[in-house]
């Protein structure tokens, strides 16, 4: 494991964690598709991918794997109106090799290195954004956003707005700072106790995520809403869960969330990379004890002396302090 301070990561460095896992950096970008002529044409997904990959290789001699664009058409297309999207996607670049040419393999400061990534991405989403791709006498615009759950800066902005201004219960003080992190569409493989249960278990998650900062409280459950983007096909009961974590102090919380952005989770040994959601917690939810009666509501129906114990050990696990949570998952 990687045990280098994370404000010393730069945005292209990969952190590795504990259970074989890491944090790899890579470039994600929303894309939807509107029709830029007056064609009724049906819209050909493997040839608009086609179409697109060699127009990013031409124009910024970067090289995207087939497995690295998705193209999805909207199944209701013969109900939209034509200023309405035909299709929607995710462009993927996790290979950034190349902006070694930007961010100088040996350059120490981590702010100007953050500065020039997130300016080279900023004219990567410029140039992208509503270019006109035509497919056999067909034309087609291609509008390109960064995800919400990739913009740290954007983030940044919101909470301290939220801050000065006193908005959704924050009082105006600057020590009302935020400290929880809400990660959604993690596999719960992943983070479940090897060869005992495929579901999530609180101390195999705690050692995890404690090495990205002194937890306070943690939270984890099934997760069947992977992210805002997702489709409903890529969402499959139980597959993934979602982590609540509270972190001891505001700079923890502030180097995990930037940590968290902009990267994928990978696991050894896998080519699969986890395509997570990330946000801040706006609502307080280990503020509001009514969350607890909500998830007990939702447990499966189970004997009382069951649902009891779980609900027992998740209060007892989710105090544990970072050295504690390490100490007994060794064992």
Known sequence: MNNRPLNSLRPTETLELESGLSL????????????????VNPFDEWKFKRSLI???????FITVPEEDLVIRKFKDLNKRKRE?????????????????????????????????????????????????????????KL??????????????KEWEEIIAFGARGYQ???????????????????????????????????TIVSAIGKIRNLHVAEDNSVGDDADEEDIVS??????VVRFEKHKDFYDALKILCGRSLQKQGSRLKADYDVTWDKDGFFLDARHQIEERKRMPARGMGERDDGY???????????EEGQKRFKE
């Open 172 to 206: 105006r003080s600057g020590r009302m700072q935020p400290d929880t992190i809400v990660l959604k569409g993690m596999p719960s493989r992943w983070f479940a106790e090897t060869r005992v249960s495929s579901k999530p278990s609180m101390l195999v998650t705690h």
């Open 84 to 140: 309405e999207p035909v299709a929607r996607g995710r462009l993927f670049v996790h290979d950034l090799g190349f902006l070694s040419k930007v961010i100088s393999e040996t350059e120490d400061d981590v702010e100007r290195a953050d500065k020039k990534f997130l300016e080279w991405r900023r004219g990567f989403v410029v140039k992208l954004d509503g270019i006109e791709l035509n497919l056999e006498g067909t034309k087609f």
């Open 24 to 39: 790899v950096p890579r470039i994600k970008l929303l894309l939807t598709v509107h029709r830029a002529d007056k064609s």
């Open 312 to 322: 027992r050990q998740h209060s007892r696990v989710s105090q544990f302090s970072s």
């Open 54 to 60: 060699d127009y990013i290789k031409s124009s910024f």
């Open 143 to 156: 509008n390109v956003a960064v995800p919400v759950s990739d913009d740290f800066e954007g983030m940044k």
């Open 238 to 243: 139980g597959l993934h869960c979602k982590i």
